[in-house]
T-cell receptor, first 116, second 115 residues
Framework: GAGVSQSPSNKVTEKGKDVELRCDPI?????LYWYRQSLGQGLEFLIY????????KSGLPSDRFSAERTGGSVSTLTIQRTQQEDSAVYLCASSPKTGRSTDTQYFGPGTRLTVL | AQTVTQSQPEMSVQEAETVTLSCTYDTSENNYYLFWYKQPPSRQMILVIR??????QNATENRFSVNFQKAAKSFSLKISDSQLGDTAMYFCAFMNLNTGNQFYFGTGTSLTVIP
């Protein structure tokens, strides 16, 4: 079956430009996560969506970062006025997540963002 | 706050041999899950194995097994009969079931299987 997909796979932009990264979760998964992986680093949590609840934005590094999830499915991560330190791989994951039980996160292939 | 520590940035192992990757974590919680994820050069994160903290029995998945020491807050991954396709970054992750919103990841261990 289809997994989590992300687009674009690679994005090169100039400093100061805005970028949008897209994530299509697995159909039926209610939870969606965004992570950032900088070179040589682990995964840094950015934001979490669960159903119709207010998103957990506690990981967003600055107000230049925002994310939306429309219709409980597709999500878009937007970075405004990009800076060179924003260069990283941005990973999206989804999870079926029912009630208090945890479910495994399924990751997309990521978008490699390079800010020149 | 939860932290996950992987103290081995790089490791290598001969093909067909066994290797153990270490992971320790720090939490005051009692109800949580632990995971090992694999990230090959393709960047796709793949779940290797997971362990529920309430289970005493160590999780096993084919050639992959864990040594879960709850009191010591240690969660090592053993890969038996290493294969070339095991070459990847391996991330240890923690999830607090009481909040359930965030996974906390270690910085990863780069494993190279040598033919």
């Amino acid at each position: 079956g289809a997994g989590v997909s992300q687009s674009p796979s690679n994005k090169v932009t100039e400093k100061g430009k805005d970028v949008e990264l897209r994530c299509d979760p697995i159909s039926g998964h209610t939870a969606l996560y965004w992570y950032r992986q900088s070179l040589g680093q682990g995964l840094e949590f950015l934001i979490y969506f669960q159903g119709n609840s207010a998103p957990d934005k506690s990981g967003l590094p600055s107000d230049r970062f925002s994310a939306e999830r429309t219709g409980g499915s597709v999500s878009t991560l937007t970075i405004q006025r990009t800076q060179q330190e924003d260069s990283a791989v941005y990973l999206c994951a989804s999870s079926p997540k029912t009630g208090r039980s945890t479910d495994t996160q399924y990751f997309g292939p990521g978008t490699r963002l390079t800010v020149l | 706050a939860q932290t996950v520590t992987q103290s081995q940035p790089e490791m290598s192992v001969q093909e067909a041999e066994t290797v153990t990757l270490s992971c320790t974590y720090d939490t005051s919680e009692n109800n949580y899950y632990l995971f090992w994820y694999k990230q090959p050069p393709s960047r796709q994160m793949i779940l290797v194995i997971r362990q529920e903290a309430y289970k005493q029995q160590n999780a096993t998945e084919n050639r992959f097994s864990v040594n879960f020491q709850k009191a010591a807050k240690s969660f090592s991954l053993k890969i038996s009969d290493s294969q070339l396709g095991d070459t990847a970054m391996y991330f240890c992750a923690f999830m607090n079931l009481n909040t359930g919103n965030q996974f906390y990841f270690g910085t990863g261990t780069s494993l190279t299987v040598i033919p």
